[in-house]
């Protein structure tokens, strides 16, 4: 037996086993319970797949043709969500939302996308590349605001001075410092990326800028100890991440848990060398120039305070055999006898000739 359904001109059916699309007026299926789901409508589904971390399904319909990612979330609400391209939606979804699209569209490497709903319709998916793949990351305004807050850092001099910054000329995409007080000379360093160094050339304190990848990937092989090691022997060493502690439990291509136990072991370990999450770059920037600034103001407060305390500190008496005080006092005329105890105004003679 066959029903004829009257549908709109274009969508989708899921009819028993299968989603039909249609593009004429007039579609025919077996009389089975039919759910209707708009081709233009933005479906969530879960993910067939039950090994997979990415649980659910998100269909973007783009008018050059629907586009298929895993996800793990079902919104952007606290972060960007990771999204893995795939090209299998399944015959049978499980589907969780459908809602209808208001507007979808492709501008450069982003897809703007506003549903027709009150709350949370408006997010974009980012299509870009990193470590050599693809890689999709679907973030909403709200999420956007978080990874990059709106604060302005201080121009304010680092401890109220001007510093110079040497840059290791092995850096790639060098913090420029252009909103600081200070100038850059490009300089290879035996270890870290920053430092500041005495007037003698000494260096007194360092920074070794990392990414969460570059993080990441310093850990797994093994050569964070070997940094932080090298690190540990300035005066003041600190390792700054480009990026947010909590980016760590929704990484994909790498055990969450074991990059958070490297750190504590890190802390633990290297209690000398803090590893400081910043957020965004130009925070990491505004840190580490607080920090070397703080590391030179404090060589210069210690060089002071360590000449003004020797300048109050007293002087240990100076001890002389009697054979030396009667030599001098023989020599600069007082009348001593040639042998046994020298007199107490011989003595105190000396000891104020011989003061500091």
Partial sequence: MLVSLWLPPSGLLRCGAGLILWAASVLSCSPMAATFVGVADF????????????PFLVRLPLRSGAV?????ETWPRTAKVYCHPTDQWPDDPDVVESV??????????????VLDRGRENRSQFVFTKGRGRDMVFWQSARTT?????SVRTPTARASGQILEITVDTRERYAWKFTGQQTSTIDRALTVGDYAVHSP???????????????????????KLWMLLAALSEVGHGALV???????????????????????????????????VFTETRALAQEWA????????????ADTVGAGRIADITPQPAVTASTAMVRAWAVDN??????????????????EKAHKP
């Fill in 43 to 54: 479906v969530i589904a879960r993910n067939p797949e039950p090994e997979s971390t990415l």
């Fill in 68 to 72: 298929v990612l895993k996800v793990r």
């Fill in 100 to 113: 209808p699209v208001r507007s979808i569209e492709r501008r450069g490497v982003a897809v703007d996308l």
């Fill in 145 to 149: 605001k978080q990874a990059r807050p």
């Fill in 200 to 222: 003698t050339g000494d260096m007194l304190a360092t920074v070794e800028r990392k990414s969460l990848d570059d993080l990441v990937s310093t850990i797994g092989s093994g």
């Fill in 241 to 275: 991440v480009e990026d947010r502690y909590s980016r760590i439990f929704k990484l994909t291509y790498q055990k969450p848990a074991m990059i958070s136990e490297a750190l504590a072991e890190a802390a633990v370990r290297y209690p000398s060398v803090p590893v």
């Fill in 289 to 300: 120039y607080r920090f070397l600034g703080a590391a030179l103001a404090h060589y210069h």
């Fill in 333 to 350: 005329g007082y009348d001593v006898a040639d042998r046994g105890r020298l007199r107490p105004d011989i003595v105190a003679a000396y």
